[in-house]
């Protein structure tokens, strides 16, 4: 809050209860800088804050007369739960101009998402899961085959260092088409790898295979076909 949010704050707590009125301007001005420093990291608003409301329902609720601390400790218990509440993964939707493959970049974006949830500027992205029917039978099966050898929460943490591996749990997830599940015609990358590209090293000429971030065009509509074949079969047996 800025010191002018802060001198509101203060105004409004001083009309809720009378007892905290100081009518010693030297007095009224020591405790305004006292707030304004306590509550400099808290915001006044924030996706399910609100620093008035907070300080009301505690001068509705206690006996005793409001601190800084009863709105700052607040605060922090929030944002604890709104950066719990984060998946730390993003939708490419979200970041188009991300590479996929540009750990450094995904690093970057994800600290400053954190930070914009910290400081309330942004509000957590949850994923909507689906979570009844074939489609989440289905969703399962492809997470149970990707393998969870660690906790989903340390598997969202490390998601930034491992692109690949959260793109496939993304669309398994979503239920989407996963190009590794089929080889690629194109490169021969073979069920589970990467596609991969050709680098050749100008000084010794010597070729290289690099993988790639994106898969083949014709992978992805192999791809497609197959998974809508699954698809199709499972309506059919259902
Ligand atoms: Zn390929």
């Known amino acids: 809050m800025t010191p002018r949010e802060v001198a509101a704050l203060l105004a409004y707590?001083?009309?809720?209860?009378?007892?905290?009125t100081l009518d010693d301007p030297a007095a009224a001005a020591d405790r305004l800088t006292q707030w304004a420093d306590l509550l400099s990291d808290v915001p006044a608003t924030a996706p399910g804050?609100?620093?008035?409301?907070?300080?009301?329902?505690?001068?509705a609720r206690s006996?005793?007369?409001?601190?800084?601390?009863?709105?700052?400790?607040?605060?922090?218990?929030?944002?604890a739960d709104q950066l719990g509440r984060h998946v730390g993964t993003f939708e490419p939707t979200a970041h188009p101009h991300l590479d996929p493959d540009?750990?450094?970049?995904?690093r970057r974006a994800l600290a400053a998402e954190r930070h914009a949830?910290?400081?309330?500027?942004?509000?957590?992205?949850?994923?909507?899961?689906?979570?009844?029917?074939?489609?989440?039978?289905?969703?399962?099966?492809?997470?149970?085959?990707?393998?969870?050898?660690?906790?989903?929460?340390?598997a969202q943490?490390?998601?930034?260092?491992?692109?690949?591996?959260?793109?496939?749990e993304r669309?398994?997830?979503?239920?989407?088409?996963?190009?590794?599940?089929?080889?690629c015609t194109w490169c021969a990358a073979p069920e589970g790898e990467p596609c991969r590209g050709r680098a050749v090293n100008p000084r010794n000429e010597q070729t290289r295979h690099r993988p790639r971030s994106k898969p083949h065009p014709c992978r992805i509509e192999d791809a497609t076909a197959a998974h809508l074949a699954r698809r199709n079969a499972q309506e059919t047996s259902a």
């Not at 804050?49 to 001068?59: C, E, G, L, N, Q």
């Not at 006996?63 to 944002?79: A, E, G, L, M």
């Not at 943490?157 to 496939?168: G, K, N, Q, V």
């Open 13 to 20: 707590v001083v009309r809720l209860d009378p007892r905290l």
């Open 49 to 59: 804050w609100d620093a008035a409301r907070v300080a009301r329902d505690h001068i």
């Open 63 to 79: 006996p005793y007369r409001i601190q800084p601390s009863d709105v700052s400790r607040p605060w922090h218990t929030h944002k």
């Open 102 to 106: 540009d750990v450094e970049g995904y």
């Open 117 to 154: 949830i910290a400081i309330g500027q942004q509000a957590p992205t949850t994923h909507r899961a689906i979570t009844a029917g074939p489609a989440a039978a289905e969703v399962e099966r492809r997470l149970a085959q990707l393998g969870t050898y660690m906790p989903r929460t340390v």
């Open 157 to 168: 943490t490390l998601a930034t260092y491992r692109p690949h591996r959260a793109e496939r």
């Open 171 to 183: 669309l398994a997830r979503a239920d989407a088409p996963d190009p590794l599940t089929v080889a």
